[in-house]
């Protein structure tokens, strides 16, 4: 398919920074308190050439690229506006027929997950009502784009504004890789299973490895949204794997393609 070659594009001669995988490790858990981040560290990307642009929505940057009334909204992980293949992903499947936008709700900052303030960094970023306000900025320029349906996909982070976007009746989908929402809710004292009570759209998680055991199988989100959830478990995977993995590993090769593959057909079947 398109993409494999789209891949190889930075398989040669890009810097990686993406650490060695030992899928024999015992697991660690990216979000346990106290303990170092398993998270992936942050990838440069920056051999590859870009097919969007950059724009501005008041105050609030956005990478847009692609055309169609069907609109994915793109949430990026902890890395940022910049972070690894996250713009590649949004042009990949912008051109597979869909509006792509991605918003900085970050505004040209990020945090490295390894270093102190995380905490107090996710309290500020993920805070709902100003989310929202973006949500309402973003609705209005694509419905200006001709966008009539909508779905979002996220990593990391992302999977929080995904869960929460996928509360609104315009949302149809939402896919969730590597979720980081579960912890994300509980340093914010959010209750999970009252959002996934509100989900109306249907949903799609791809854990790793180290993910929470409420987004995996038989978790609290399968408990609670049954037939509106489908779980593919990644469990060679380590946190970030698709947008900061390291290619040349082939494992991490084949999980890459196969989890933006069953994210295209979720939207294909959803949107």
């Known amino acids: 398919m398109f993409f494999y070659a789209l891949l190889t594009l930075i398989e040669v001669g890009l810097a990686q920074e993406a650490l060695e995988v030992d899928f024999n490790a015992p697991v660690q858990s990216h979000e346990a308190v106290g303990q ?9 990307n920056c051999a590859y050439k870009e097919k969007g642009e950059v724009s501005q929505l008041d105050d609030l940057p956005i990478y847009v690229v692609g055309e169609g009334d069907k609109c994915i ?6 890395f940022g506006f910049d972070s690894g293949r996250t713009r590649e992903l949004c042009d990949y499947f912008a051109k597979q027929g869909y509006f792509v936008i991605l918003p900085d709700y970050y505004r040209g900052t990020f945090q490295d997950p390894r270093n102190p303030g995380t905490k107090e960094f996710l309290e500020k970023e993920s805070n709902w009502d100003n989310l929202y306000s973006d949500w309402l900025k973003v609705k209005e320029y694509t419905e200006a784009q001709g966008c ?3 779905g979002t996909i996220g990593t990391c982070w992302g999977t929080y504004p995904v869960v929460k976007l996928s509360t609104l009746e315009e949302f149809s989908a939402g896919v969730s890789m590597h979720p980081s929402h579960s912890p ?3 340093i914010l004292g959010e209750d999970e299973e009252d959002v996934y009570n509100q989900i109306t759209a249907a949903q799609l998680f791809m854990p790793s490895k180290s993910d929470s ?3 995996k199988i038989g978790g609290l989100a399968d408990s609670i949204l049954g037939e509106n959830i489908k779980i593919i478990e990644f469990n060679e995977m380590s946190h970030g794997w698709t947008t900061r993995g390291n290619l040349s590993i082939p494992a991490v090769d084949r999980d890459v393609h196969l989890a933006v593959e069953e994210a295209l057909k979720f939207f294909q079947k959803h949107l």
């Open 213 to 215: 055991k409420s987004v």
């Open 148 to 150: 009539r349906k909508y």
């Open 36 to 44: 170092p981040s398993s998270s992936l560290p942050r990838l440069s």
């Open 184 to 186: 994300i809710m509980n």
């Open 73 to 78: 909204v793109w949430n990026y992980d902890i």
